[in-house]
T-cell receptor, first 114, second 115 residues
Framework: GNSVTQMEGPVTLSEEAFLTINCTYTATGYPSLFWYVQYPGEGLQLLLKATKADDKGSNKGFEATYRKETTSFHLEKGSVQVSDSAVYFCALYVLTGGGNKLTFGTGTQLKVEL | GAGVSQSPSNKVTEKGKDVELRCDPISGHTALYWYRQSLGQGLEFLIYFQGNSAPDKSGLPSDRFSAERTGGSVSTLTIQRTQQEDSAVYLC?????????????FGAGTRLSVL
């Protein structure tokens, strides 16, 4: 079956530090890969996505590259801000005839301090 | 138009009672998904609707859980005889089409607490 493994949190960083959150996956077929973010008290929001190998998704200074050879989709940001404090979920789906249900990682809580 | 709307935002119930959770998807979105977010299990898929039919119910944890969708729009998730392990945040998502790399848009969720 499909699965997503992401690094456990919480991750605590100082403002302007470099962020990496690791994500690896197992999937049958060719998955699309996503990072979702959940800010305190809010629902999940799509942060970025990549639909094929070597694609780079980017948004709000965050980036992730779809690496088929290492089955990875690590999230990076060069300089985090306090407002980036949230829970980050790596997810995938594989196109099937019956819908594109998402398989999520367990989430990584990020706390950014001044 | 507006995003995915879920109600109520919070629900507290007693063990053994039935509850109904509502999801109003983005207008025109034909696909609708229910997920559950709980401390022990993370984010889990429950059920998928395409229009009013549910081709994938594989994530429903027991026969106490059921869902319907009417008019290709609003969906209701019903939990009968609630148990404490049902306490979780129930998330609804919708997307515009079945094929292609469609994006799922999530509501803010309903936080269910079973006492």
């Amino acid at each position: 079956g499909n699965s997503v493994t992401q690094m456990e949190g919480p991750v605590t960083l100082s403002e302007e530090a470099f962020l990496t959150i690791n994500c690896t996956y197992t999937a049958t077929g060719y998955p699309s890969l996503f990072w979702y973010v959940q800010y305190p008290g809010e629902g999940l929001q799509l942060l970025l996505k990549a639909t094929k190998a070597d694609d780079k998704g980017s948004n709000k200074g965050f980036e992730a590259t779809y690496r088929k050879e290492t089955t990875s989709f690590h999230l990076e940001k060069g300089s985090v801000q306090v407002s980036d404090s949230a829970v980050y979920f790596c997810a995938l789906y594989v196109l099937t005839g019956g819908g594109n249900k998402l398989t999520f990682g367990t989430g990584t809580q990020l706390k950014v301090e001044l | 138009g507006a995003g995915v709307s879920q109600s109520p935002s919070n629900k507290v119930t007693e063990k053994g009672k039935d509850v109904e959770l509502r999801c109003d998807p983005i207008s025109g979105h034909t696909a609708l998904y229910w997920y559950r977010q709980s401390l022990g299990q993370g984010l889990e898929f429950l059920i998928y609707f395409q229009g009013n039919s549910a081709p994938d119910k594989s994530g429903l944890p027991s026969d106490r859980f059921s869902a319907e969708r009417t008019g290709g729009s609003v969906s209701t998730l019903t939990i009968q005889r609630t148990q404490q392990e049902d306490s979780a945040v129930y998330l609804c998502a919708s997307s515009s089409n079945l094929q292609g790399r469609s994006i799922q848009y999530f509501g803010a969720g309903t936080r269910l607490s079973v006492l």
